[in-house]
């Protein structure tokens, strides 16, 4: 189950057409208007249907549905890229019997091409007639949004009488991959639209936001929630955030084990910064390093690389109170290399995914960041002409 | 032809035992005190011979020698670590009967071992005994500095009645590959240290500074420039600095060459920036990603990740102004992908080297940035335990 656990909602995944022979146009519509709030990209060649999106929920915070196509990113697409988002919206809206202004837009796939609106809008059409609130329907939706996403991303947390649902595809919010990061999550919760907006938010900075495969910032990274209020029930609003964070930590781990190329998903837990931002640019500073990266897919443990990240940092960083650990081993302190069992050492990172652990001080600062290797694989899948 | 072109300077390279059965020990002796200048890696987490050279050009501008060891970076090694480096001016001073502060260290290799001072301070007296001022012993320093390197690299650039001779090591200064850049340059031109030392800044500036091979900046990082003066010719300052920059971009274009892995050197010409700083560091930013160096292997015309990566930046970009070409041939302005002819352009690609251009305005600012591809074997060659 994912986006069709909650009550209230419908969803269907068609092949329209963009792509050959696959699913690339998915629906997700609430019976009744559900508050929305929504996470967009800051890449300044955002898309045309981010900018939909940004505009429709500046607009009003209640939303009908969302109509998602894969295979085509409608970026980098100037002003008919703009007219066909919105032509996708009132498609849908035609549909569902609402205002244009209440559907959202979001597309992943290549930048550049325009989008065979020939194809998409009687794949809506289609779509619309598939709509249904079984878990298969939901399944159908979430492969609908894949792109080079090797399985379907569907996560479900229960609180007392409410539930949330979600489904993604993509590997990275904000430091995404090749692909386009997108989600949509659902709620039969009744929360408003600024709690709704803010623990999104939240939930989205330790999730999507701590996952770096990649340095770049997509031009359609997109993540929106909608809660349709259908159980009646308020959630207590910590108990809310718990379940959200859990709900995003999920997904943005299924990204992370899928990413493009990667043998080993490794966590960079950061720990003694000045503050929580400091820990997680530190973080990122280490997992953007395309060395240390090629030295987790050897298994290779490589602190000097490590070191030589952090020692760029715009913030003090002394290497003499630095210590840097792997699978709990310490292999760097006081300013040197730590003697350790490079053995055991080894054999822990043989089965793959495993953690490295920094400190850099004594503050209250801490993040945790997922990357993965960095696998001649991946250079091979990005170097394909496209 | 390199560092001994110059008149006053003599070299040596011998294999001292911190490799095995490899070149691993560089001299470079001035016959009189040359005036000295440097540039020094930002890396926090500089290694000990960076701080004994910082902290000796500080102290005098007059040096009388530099040694250089190959295979350990002497970073990461602590109080022991900057004994060593000291020991390491004292023993070549003792050989050439000057103070410990008239010589300059530099090392490169791995980051965390403690250099064996056993065969090094043997190797430091063996090597003095081979000092001279053949184009051969000249040639046997620059491959002594060698580390990940498949080729010496050397250059030399003739003034009226002066030279400029220089040798490097490595793939990229501030933002360089696994092994450190390390480049000495020598000249038998007659000018003082102010002079020196700006012109070298500013070579530095468009040469090392402009590779962009990777993402980090090393904490081994040198270029050292000695004068001797013996010309008795003090040139005119912009034929002096002309030379200067036409040595430095000779050398980093053989080190873009040698890059790790790298099978394409790809410059990145950006135009119409508001000044060259952010020129640089739009290219930049374009030579960090990892996407956009896939795509260079591969020889895809992919600007949608060119677009998605200068999207990221920190100043505004208008993607409705901005166009980008490869070759030559325009792919993308006015907000969408032009229509361009692919065949001739993918057969230029073939061809390995190319240059993408990148205009983002009408402001003034310019530079060029050269990077390489991100290839399967680089991954590979930088996954292999240290």
Partial sequence: ????????????????????????????????PAVAAGVFT?????????????????Q???????????GIANAGTGSLGMH???????ALAAEIDCDPEDVLVC?????????????VVPGIEAAVLRLDATAEAGAMAAAAIMTTDSVVKQAV???????????SKGAGMVRPNMATMLAFITTDAAVGREVLQSVLAAAVDISFNSLNIDACESTNDTVIALASGASDISPEPNEFATAMEDLCRDLALQMAKDAEGASRVVTINVRGAGDDAEAR????????????????????????RILGALGTADVVIDSNVLSISYCGIEVFSSG??????????????????????????????????????????YVVFNGERS
Same sequence: chains 1, 2.
């Fill in 60 to 70: 009003s915070h209640l939303k009908r549905g969302i109509v998602v196509n894969s």
């Fill in 281 to 304: 640019y530190l973080g990122r500073l280490v997992a953007d390093s395309a060395l240390v990266r090629s030295s987790f897919y050897g298994g290779d443990v490589n602190w000097g």
């Fill in 84 to 90: 066909n988002a919105e032509a996708m919206a009132a």
């Fill in 107 to 119: 597309s992943t796939g290549t930048i550049g091409p325009q989008l065979p609106m020939d194809r």
């Fill in 1 to 32: 189950m994912s986006v069709t656990a909650p009550m209230g909602f419908s969803a269907a995944g068609v092949a329209c057409g963009i792509k050959p022979d696959a699913l690339d146009l998915a629906l997700l519509v609430a019976e009744q």
């Fill in 336 to 377: 040197t290399g730590a003697e350790f069992g490079e053995v055991a050492l080894l054999e822990s990172m043989e089965t793959g995914d495993f953690a490295v652990r920094i400190n850099v001080g004594a503050g209250s600062g801490r993040a945790n960041i997922v990357t993965t290797d960095l696998t001649p694989e």
């Fill in 157 to 167: 947390v229960e609180g007392e009488g409410w539930v949330i649902g979600g489904m």
């Fill in 42 to 58: 800051l890449n300044q060649a955002a898309a045309a249907p981010v900018l939909q999106g940004r505009a429709s929920l500046h």
